[in-house]
Nanobody, 120 residues
Framework: QVQLVESGGGLVQAGGSLRLSCAAS????????MAWYRQAPGKQRQLVAK???????NYADSVKGRFTISRDNAKNTVYLQMNSLQPEDTAVYYC??????????????WGKGTLVTVSS
């Protein structure tokens, strides 16, 4: 089993910044892609940003130019730097990771989420 623990959420004013972190721990051979999703009240969970083990990234159009995803493979940690936050960014942000087990099975895990609230 792998655990993903998010941190860094909170309340911020519009135009402000936050940095989310997600640390993976547990039994795994390697971590492949890691990603951040978000779910606003009454809406479906959506992809915010994704980063491969090699560092390739992709972003939702709504956050391009404002958010930056990065990872520290030595720490099994993924980050999301969020700048120029807007009220529409308010959501619970979830970490997601694809891992490879020691028997080469691909597994997918979710964190419990961290709440980001942006006030106008």
């Amino acid at each position: 089993q792998v655990q993903l623990v998010e941190s860094g959420g909170g309340l911020v004013q519009a135009g402000g910044s936050l940095r989310l972190s997600c640390a993976a721990s547990g039994s795994m051979f390697s971590i492949n892609a890691m990603a951040w999703y978000r779910q606003a009240p009454g809406k479906q969970r959506q992809l915010v940003a994704k980063i491969t083990s090699g560092g390739s990234t992709n972003y939702a159009d709504s956050v391009k130019g404002r958010f930056t995803i990065s990872r520290d493979n030595a720490k099994n940690t993924v980050y999301l730097q969020m700048n120029s936050l807007q009220p529409e960014d308010t959501a619970v942000y979830y970490c997601n990771a694809y891992t490879l087990t020691t028997t080469y099975d691909v597994m997918n895990y979710w964190g419990k989420g961290t709440l980001v609230t942006v006030s106008s």
